[in-house]
């Protein structure tokens, strides 16, 4: 062999060796296609040919592939771009718009309010109760609501739901929630305690059971049959130490609140959010937007939509004739708070599948922040992402890789005409679909 040749031959070897290599490269690094199937492939169900709506940007993907296995996403992107697994189950989606599951931030699964449905639930056991929370939570996430948070319950209820539910036991959404609430004598709530070193107590305990966040009352309330919305009960000292305690023991702490003095008195001590906000002024909702504290408006409640719940209930007149005081100014504060885009998250205090002019206590919620100032994607943002962002949650309220699978599905665009959700015909929660009107996950 020449040197001419020599060279020739190992060059050729060279070549081919170092193609092989790209090539073994480029096979190591292929994405998994279709006849990469294997066995596990059996717990991946592929949503296929539906809008996604992506709830931070407010951008769409058309015929989209959503990839879930087990209880999350795996993968999401138009068609062409992401491989389904051959055996996947495939559920079709055409002509249906995809959003994250709702989220629902004020609610009381036991809900009694004054009237007749109230007085006949007074001798109602913790069992009975709990069992009434049970088929309430079932309800409420087959009208869409993924995750909730229980704001106020009786005698632990709160707690033995969750882990039944966490456990797969029964049925229902995500549960966060804050235990009883926690009151000075007399004041709006069940869990009362005096002084300082008594309510911290009471936080430690709630804590002790699995509170993700404390509540207390800091004024009256509209179903009181004393004191005022717009009193201030609490001594600085109770509220500086309760607040304290909690975020020491890394629990955000809420306040039932409709009154500016109260407010003031408790954003100075670092409280991190409000329920209601009936009579808050524009120095209030200022320091709330500087603070970052968080409003879960309850707007549904005190506007007329309302009153064909009351009724049902038995309501008395006394009842009716404090909700009709307070609209007006209730409205106000959720309109002004939108102006200056205090973080809200979107809660009812309304059971979330209520009844409520012509669809859901939920919807109507979402419905009243468009007509108070809203866009319908930042009305969408507040029972989605918005409410994941206040209780610190990055694996709820988006659709992408890693996130579980909380979807549901609608047959016309939210983000151009909030009152869409009303149509709500498909809720799956973690992979399992608890509703599909369609039926189209059994072809």
Known sequence: MTRNQFWQTAFRRMYLLVTCCLLAGLIGARPVLAEDANANDSDVTVLTGGTLIDVTSGETIADAVVIIRGERVEAVGPAGTVAIPANATIIPMDG??????LMNMHVHLGLKLPGAAG?????????????????NARRSLESGVTTLRLIGEDHGTDFALKKAIDSGQITGPRIETAGEVIVPTGGHGSLEADGPYALAAAAREQIKHGATWIKIAISGGISDTHGAISAAP???????????????NNVKVTAHNGSS?????????????FEHGYHLDDEVLREMKRQGTWLVPTIVV??????????????????????AETGEDHWKTLQDAIAL?????????????????????TIREAE?????????????????????????????????????ADIVALPANPLEDISALRSIDFVMKGGEIVRDDRGMSAR
């Open 261 to 273: 003095p109260a407010a003031k008195q408790s954003l100075a001590f670092g409280i991190d959010g």
């Open 96 to 101: 249906r718009w995809l959003v994250p599951g």
């Open 341 to 361: 885009k205090v973080n809200i998250a979107l809660g009812t205090d309304q059971f979330p599948f209520e009844p409520n002019s012509g669809t859901t206590a």
């Open 302 to 323: 005190t506007q007329p939509g309302a009153m064909e719940f009351y009724r049902k209930i038995g309501s008395p007149e006394w009842y009716l004739q404090r909700v």
């Open 119 to 135: 007085a006949a639930l007074v001798d109602e056991t913790d069992v009975e109760e709990v069992l009434r929370m049970a088929a």
């Open 234 to 248: 609490m001594t600085d000292e109770e509220m500086k130490t309760l607040i304290e305690v909690a975020h020491r």
């Open 368 to 404: 009243l922040y468009v007509k108070a100032g809203m866009t319908p994607l930042e009305a969408v943002q507040s029972a989605t992402v918005e409410p994941a962002r206040m209780m610190g949650r990055d694996d709820i309220g988006k659709i992408e890789a890693g996130y579980y």
